[in-house]
């Protein structure tokens, strides 16, 4: 699907509508598609980690998640039409394949600590009824149990995936084994699992509202969080700057 470049990563520029659309044709179809989302966080690191940013540019979908990247973007001249999270994407797409009523899709829970997928599991299964969530992995198995994991979501039948094991992490387990996986869909979600199981806790409306969802995660998680937000913020916009500037320097 077509990308927009922000130096030299590219991103989908989509209605949250239009991307559920495209998903679905994709989950319908069976073609084998990578969701991965793009904040602030995950454009710095693609900069120190070639491998990393190579396969976020090959990922079929990379959309954009925070006020941080929709200001990168104007830099680069275009604008993005709606945050798409994946925190508020992942149930807008459940919600909307209620009306998939051809077949009943099979989602897997992969990440986070122990406990938390499961519990995770049990809420979505009665949010979301017409979804069947056939297992789950906490993320902290060891290298030796990663061919019985990907086994465990193959006998499951699983369509969609959702992998939360943190960036860059969850991404790159995604690309080393998506040739074994037999999954549709594979998205990396971050925190989506611990929000899901109640184990974290979103922040209030006004924060969203207000694009500062970052801000409250980082006054609940002060000692993990600060760097990776407020040098993090900083670190962001040297890279979007520098990458313009190549960019400039190479249309003269």
Known sequence: MEKTWMGNIGVNVLYTNEAIVEVINKLKYKHKSNVFFLNDHCYNLAQKDKSYLNLLNDSDFLLNDGIGIE??????????????????FIPALFDRLKVE???????????????????????LQQQFPHLKFVGEQHGYFDVDSNEAVIADINNKQTDILLVG???????????DNR??????????????????????????????????EWLYRMLKEPKRLWKRNLVGHLEFFYYVLKNRRKKLNAAD
């Open 71 to 88: 200001i990168g973007a104007k830099l680069f001249g275009f604008s993005f039409k709606e945050n798409l999270n994946g925190t508020d």
């Open 101 to 123: 009523k051809d077949r009943q899709y099979n989602v897997y829970l992969l990440g986070a600590k122990p406990g938390v997928a499961k519990a995770a599991l049990d809420k």
């Open 165 to 175: 094991f943190g960036m860059p992490i969850q991404e790159k387990w995604i690309a």
């Open 179 to 212: 040739e074994k996986l037999n999954c549709t869909l594979t998205f990396a979600v971050g925190a989506f699992l611990d929000f899901s199981s109640g184990q974290a806790v979103r922040a209030p409306g006004i924060f969203r509202k207000l694009r500062l």
